[in-house]
């Protein structure tokens, strides 16, 4: 498997530092607000690449934080009327309802800061002892950034470039601008815990290094989170992880793409900023995951409702395959017949085609594009009578119907039976356009009845006043079906 790695900018063979395991840190949310569509794709790359890793065999020990004290949550307090705890507690409630609804599993260990207070304090002492660290006269501790070699490898950036663009705030005591706080004093009516060099609490960046280090321990395999992370977040937790432990911190480090909103940068200014709950109030949430997963995990996405719509429709193309698939196979007549040597081969080089996809550095676009070459075998043979009523047949759907479910469960994809999926969307979508089903279906008897009736040019008005409104029917065997066109 190759993966990229930001560290050295190219992409490496994956080699896990223990056989058969692999420890891997993704850095959570801070707990202030509702999750964003950016939140949505960093946690779904990050579950996929769990999820293959499984696949794989190997043994994977997933942490994944909670940033629970924090200047954002502390204003986010003030402004409902609530303590910094509380407010934390409710957006971590919100982020797993969303994560739920994306099929995100959870990760094995999901530390909060607050609750690993003394393990930063201890880490804290080591940089004092090592003069990597330094105490001002307000009672704030900082990192000095100058004194790590190599400081900006991860992020290639020059050290004298950042401190020409860095400034110190007027309520800050620090030697140099680059220097970062790994302590805070405490200030009036925020949240604060005792330590040697009085209350207050730790900076954002030190979490990571003393839980990582506490579940994972150090070195371990891979750390994930996005690219607005890679500075200053994760270029500072590098430095003050290597400055305490005087080792490699990580192996391979994974960073996904930015999400933009109609092209933009999302911000709440420019009004732009699309939270996953905003979204699921009108797409279920496997479109969500599956546009998600169209574009290579590091290319930049472009989020747009008419995007999301396309997802939908394409992700209906692979349920509508798995629905008459299901319902082919639940058939109890079989016949012997010919071997579909070209159709197994077809299915065979699909299945491998997939493989080399996911194993280049997890690329889920090129594997979704094989998904639907899958799709389309299918449906071919499903149009085949032959095929349909052949043993041989039989048991290359069941093979194609296994793939499609073992795929899915790497993707997060594909795990709801076929039909009742369609089903439910169809009633999403009527919700979304204010469409009463109910409606719909009396129309479609009243068509059903002039049809049997011979009354033709009523059901070709009908069915065309259906048409305008986006509703296609169709005549099956069973009777009239209808769906979104």
């Given at each position: ?116 207070i003394e393990d930063m304090i201890k880490l804290i002492r080591i940089y004092l002892d090592k003069d990597y660290a330094y105490l001002t006269s307000n009672g704030d501790i900082y990192f000095r950034v100058r004194k790590m070699a190599g400081y900006g490898s991860l992020s290639g950036r020059n050290i004298e470039e950042l401190k020409s663009g860095a400034r110190i705030a007027p309520d800050e005591d620090k030697e140099d601008p680059l220097d970062f706080a790994l302590w805070k004093s405490a200030k009036p009516g925020e949240p604060s815990w005792d330590s040697p060099w009085g209350p207050g609490r730790p900076g954002w960046h030190l ?279």
């Amino acid at each position: 498997m190759l993966i990229y790695n930001t560290l050295h900018r190219q992409k490496e063979e994956f080699v896990a530092l223990q056989p058969g395991l692999v420890r891997m840190y993704v850095c959570g949310i801070t707990a202030y607000d509702y999750c964003h569509i950016g939140h949505a794709r960093s946690n779904v790359v990050f579950d996929v690449l769990v999820r293959y890793l499984r696949y794989l065999g190997y043994k994977v020990e997933f942490v994944r934080n909670f940033t629970d004290v924090d200047d954002k949550i502390i204003n986010r307090a003030a402004q409902e009327g609530l303590s910094a705890m509380e407010v934390a507690e409710k957006y971590i409630q919100a982020f797993y309802e969303d994560m739920d609804a994306l099929n995100v599993l959870r990760a094995d260990n999901e530390p909060r800061a607050t609750d690993h207070i003394e393990d930063m304090i201890k880490l804290i002492r080591i940089y004092l002892d090592k003069d990597y660290a330094y105490l001002t006269s307000n009672g704030d501790i900082y990192f000095r950034v100058r004194k790590m070699a190599g400081y900006g490898s991860l992020s290639g950036r020059n050290i004298e470039e950042l401190k020409s663009g860095a400034r110190i705030a007027p309520d800050e005591d620090k030697e140099d601008p680059l220097d970062f706080a790994l302590w805070k004093s405490a200030k009036p009516g925020e949240p604060s815990w005792d330590s040697p060099w009085g209350p207050g609490r730790p900076g954002w960046h030190l979490e990571c290094t003393a839980m990582s280090e506490k579940y994972l321990g150090i070195p371990f395999d891979i750390h994930g989170g996005g690219q607005d992370l890679t500075f200053p977040h994760h270029e500072n937790e590098k430095a003050q992880s290597e400055a305490a432990f005087e080792r490699e911190f990580v192996k391979y480090w994974v960073h996904n793409g930015f999400v933009r909103v109609n092209s933009e940068k999302m911000s709440k200014s420019l009004s732009n900023f699309v939270t996953i709950k905003d979204i699921l109030a009108s797409f279920h949430g496997e479109i969500l995951r599956f546009f998600l997963l169209t574009k290579h995990y590091r290319s930049p996405l472009d989020y747009t409702e008419n995007a999301l719509a396309e997802a939908e429709k394409a992700l209906k193309r692979i349920y509508w395959t798995k629905a008459a698939l299901e319902k082919e196979l639940s058939r109890q007549k079989w016949s012997k017949g010919q071997d579909f040597v070209e159709a197994k081969e077809e299915f065979d080089a699909l299945s491998d085609k997939w493989e080399q996809a996911m194993q280049d550095d997890l690329n889920t676009a090129e594997a979704l594009g094989y998904v639907f070459g899958l799709v389309r075998l299918a449906n071919r043979m499903l149009e085949n009578k032959t095929f349909r009523k052949s043993e041989p047949g039989r048991l290359l759907m069941l093979d194609m119907l296994d793939l499609l479910k073992k795929w899915g469960l790497v993707l997060g994809l594909f795990h709801h039976s076929g039909q009742s999926f369609l089903d439910n969307l169809k009633i999403m979508r009527c919700r979304r356009e204010k469409i009463d089903p109910k409606t719909i279906d009396e129309m479609i008897q009243k068509r059903q009845k002039a049809r049997q009736n011979k009354d033709f040019a009523l059901a070709d008005q009908i069915r065309n006043e259906l048409a305008d409104s986006g509703i296609e029917v169709m005549d099956t065997p069973e009777g009239p079906r209808w769906d979104f066109a």
